[in-house]
């Protein structure tokens, strides 16, 4: 199913060329901003330079896998409207995996590489990095993966039972886009509603935090816990839209 994807991906090598350099100037701008903010400031919410480059390295790298592996999910509502979905639940493959990675996008790679690039040079330049540290922060990914998968799985079950996903993607990737910077910069209640309630936070800036040491046991447990009871949550919600959906031809 990747290679499909990516056969159609690069139909086009000009535009897939402009739509990764499109990419690579979206993370330019901004890291460039980050530069003259700090050259300002010195620091970032208590942050040094390259702590808070670690953040916005951490902070892409997790948004690109996820579009990267998911893609298919932004292409799922015309599977619902022009009856293709039905074709998926006829299949012995399950409908919720081919609806989450049924065609990765191969035009993300770049990102991905830069970023990890990014995540490297900025662990090398801070200090006082313990293995205990790298191992949260490993473990803490794997979780904002989880949280992520979580949105999407939420995403398209409310396109099974509505048809309307694309506004619900676009306001999972604008809340998500709140976490390029570490949370601590929005004040409260902000800042709780960020970490707790829509877990931004926990999928962005934990990981970060668990590296520099800056993060307790608890605040790891609590987010695992959220991390899985999330997940938990919506796969029942995936199940329930299921059990209630109406076919194109119905």
Do not use: C
């Not at 100037?25 to 003259?36: D, E, G, N, Q, S």
């Not at 639940?89 to 993300?108: A, Y």
């Not at 998968?149 to 999972?172: C, K, R």
């Not at 990981?207 to 029942?236: D, E, R, T």
């Amino acid at each position: 199913m990747s290679a499909r994807s990516t056969q159609i991906a690069l139909s086009s090598r000009f535009s897939a060329v402009i739509f990764v350099i499109g990419k690579l100037l979206r993370f330019a701008f901004f890291f460039f901003f980050l530069v003259i903010v700090i050259s300002k400031t010195n620091t970032i919410a208590g942050y040094s330079f390259w702590q808070v480059i670690f953040f916005f390295a951490t902070f892409n790298l997790i948004d690109t896998a996820a579009q990267l592996f998911m893609r298919e999910v932004y292409r799922f509502r015309s599977y619902v409207v022009s009856g293709e979905f039905d074709y998926f639940l006829s299949k012995p493959l399950s409908p919720l995996f081919r609806t989450l990675l049924g065609g990765s996008d191969i035009l993300d790679l770049p990102m991905l590489f830069l970023s990890i690039a990014f995540v490297v040079v900025a662990v090398v330049q801070m200090e006082a990095v313990s293995f205990v540290g790298v191992l949260l922060y490993l473990v803490l990914i794997v979780n904002a993966f989880l949280i992520g998968l979580s949105f999407h799985i939420m995403v398209v079950a409310l396109g099974v039972l509505t048809t309307e996903i694309d506004n619900a993607l676009w306001m999972y990737r604008d809340l998500t886009q709140m976490g390029r910077l570490p949370i601590d910069i929005y004040r409260q209640p902000l800042q709780g509603i960020l970490t707790f309630a829509i877990p931004v936070g926990i999928m962005m800036t934990f990981p970060s935090k668990a590296l520099m040491g800056l993060l307790s046991i608890q605040s790891v447990v609590i987010a695992l816990l959220i991390g899985i009871i999330l997940f938990y949550g919506s796969f029942k919600f995936w199940q329930h839209a299921i059990k209630h959906y109406s076919s194109a031809s119905s």
